[in-house]
């Protein structure tokens, strides 16, 4: 018999990881060498002769370059809003309205698309734990440190966590056999 009690006392809410590179300079730079690494890599095989010079220093430099971006990766843990909360943060943040009408970036998700998803972000993240000023330095209008798939990866990560099915896994082997499906969430995008 199913103790109903004991699993719904053990329930918890989806969480998620998402890397954030505060570097992303470096990261254009490791993939500006890895494209002279494809073309060093092409010479050699078109002359034999120059196999190894040029190649090595390239993948030194690459390597140098990943330990620099790992060092300054930071992990977001994210972590889905209680119900209640979710609908105070959403009701906090309707939609912009403009001459009766509702702004075109809102209508995808009901809310203003300008302040709720900073604010989501920030009420979903449970580590690292950051001051308001760097708060701001992230998310603000004036002070983004985020590149634009950055800051997506984020506020869809959040949005996920929040709104879409949980679905229960049945076996590993059904995975391997069924072609993917993507997230099934579908989160939206709001109009550029």
Do not use: Y
């Not at 992990?75 to 509702?102: C, I, T």
């Not at 002070?143 to 800051?151: P, V």
């Amino acid at each position: 018999m199913t103790d109903f009690d004991a699993i719904l006392t053990g329930a918890r809410l989806p969480e998620d990881q998402v890397p954030v590179c505060t570097r992303a300079d470096l990261v254009a730079e490791w993939r500006r060498l890895g494209r002279e690494l494809t073309e060093a890599k092409a010479r050699d095989a078109a002359d034999p002769r120059l196999v190894g010079g040029a190649t090595a220093k390239l993948v030194e430099r690459m390597e140098a370059l990943r330990a620099q971006v790992e060092a300054s990766t930071v992990e977001f843990r994210l972590r889905a809003l209680p119900r209640k909360r979710w609908n105070e943060l959403a009701d906090a943040h309707p939609p912009r309205q403009k001459n009766g009408k509702v702004h075109p970036d809102d209508v995808a998700l009901g809310v203003n698309i300008e302040t709720f998803l900073p604010a989501l972000v920030r009420a979903s993240t449970v580590e690292p734990e950051l001051k308001d000023e760097t708060w701001a330095a992230l998310l603000g209008v004036e002070g983004e440190l985020l590149g634009e798939q950055q800051w997506r990866r984020l506020w869809k990560s959040c949005w996920n966590l929040n709104v879409a099915d949980v679905n229960v896994p049945f076996s590993v082997a059904g995975l391997l056999t069924s072609p993917g499906s993507g997230s099934g969430s579908g989160s939206p995008e709001p109009s550029e």
